[in-house]
């Protein structure tokens, strides 16, 4: 009797222990979807997955054989104001990009990057790559469509697309943060 007792408890005991490791995996798989929803299929299922922090580091959820990397929203915030609170995918100097742009260092402007964020994006400001509010007088946020980027300032200052507007058309080809390091062209896809 006390060896099926003693059965019982280890069993019930594994038990308790596997759905306790299961319950913790859910929560990347589930950053991992995410992260995933934002390039299209081609790229999503060879791309590694990460989660970046707000200095720029990156911790990898999963490896990727394609050169792109998708980056899982950050947790716990407000998912309105910035592109690291939206699902994103990026090809290499893309994600050389991002890491410099959240770390305030200014990206290598020989490398040109790009990006998909398929379930679109916002930023509190099209002028101010700095900014983590709205500006005074400013009440809306901008929005933006699924929508692909290229990460590069001098690409984006001789595209001939709009620049420097406070509140861009979103739904055509325009520049944000024009005029500094961290111009980039967004490109709608809807």
Same mark, same amino acid.
């Given at each position: $009797? #006390?060896k099926?007792?003693?059965?019982?408890?280890?069993?019930?005991?594994? +038990?308790? #222990?596997?759905?306790?490791?299961?319950?913790?995996?859910?929560?990347?798989?589930?950053? @991992?979807?995410?992260?995933?929803? +934002?390039?299209?299929?081609? @790229?999503?299922?060879?791309?590694?997955?990460?989660? $970046?922090? &707000?200095?720029?580091?990156?911790?990898?959820?999963? *490896?990727g054989?394609n050169?792109?990397? #998708?980056l +899982?929203?950050q947790? &716990?915030?407000? %998912?309105?104001?910035?592109?690291?609170?939206?699902?994103? #995918?990026f090809?290499?100097?893309?994600l050389?990009?991002?890491?410099? =742009?959240?770390?305030?260092?200014? *990206?290598?402007?020989?490398?040109v990057? =790009?990006?998909?964020?398929? %379930?679109?994006?916002?930023?509190?400001?099209?002028?101010? *790559?700095?900014?983590?509010?709205?500006? *005074?007088?400013?009440?809306? =946020?901008?929005? $933006?469509?699924?929508?692909? $980027?290229?990460?590069?300032a001098?690409?984006?200052?001789?595209?001939?697309?709009?620049?420097?507007?406070a509140s861009?058309?979103?739904?055509?080809?325009?520049?944000?943060?024009?005029?500094?390091?961290?111009?980039?062209?967004?490109?709608p896809?809807?």
């Open positions: $009797m #006390c099926l007792l003693d059965a019982t408890v280890a069993f019930a005991l594994l +038990a308790v #222990c596997t759905s306790a490791s299961l319950a913790q995996d859910h929560p990347r798989d589930s950053e @991992i979807s995410q992260a995933l929803s +934002a390039a299209p299929p081609s @790229i999503a299922s060879g791309a590694a997955v990460a989660v $970046m922090d &707000g200095k720029g580091n990156t911790t990898q959820l999963r *490896p054989s050169g792109w990397t #998708c +899982a929203p947790a &716990g915030q407000a %998912q309105h104001d910035t592109i690291e609170h939206h699902p994103s #995918c090809d290499k100097y893309g050389e990009w991002i890491e410099a =742009y959240i770390a305030h260092r200014k *990206p290598d402007a020989e490398h990057g =790009y990006s998909y964020m398929l %379930q679109g994006g916002s930023a509190w400001s099209n002028t101010d *790559p700095t900014a983590k509010e709205l500006a *005074p007088g400013e009440k809306e =946020y901008i929005h $933006m469509p699924p929508h692909i $980027m290229i990460l590069n001098r690409v984006a200052e001789s595209s001939g697309f709009p620049s420097g507007q861009p058309d979103t739904h055509k080809p325009f520049v944000m943060f024009g005029g500094t390091a961290y111009a980039l062209v967004i490109i896809l809807s």
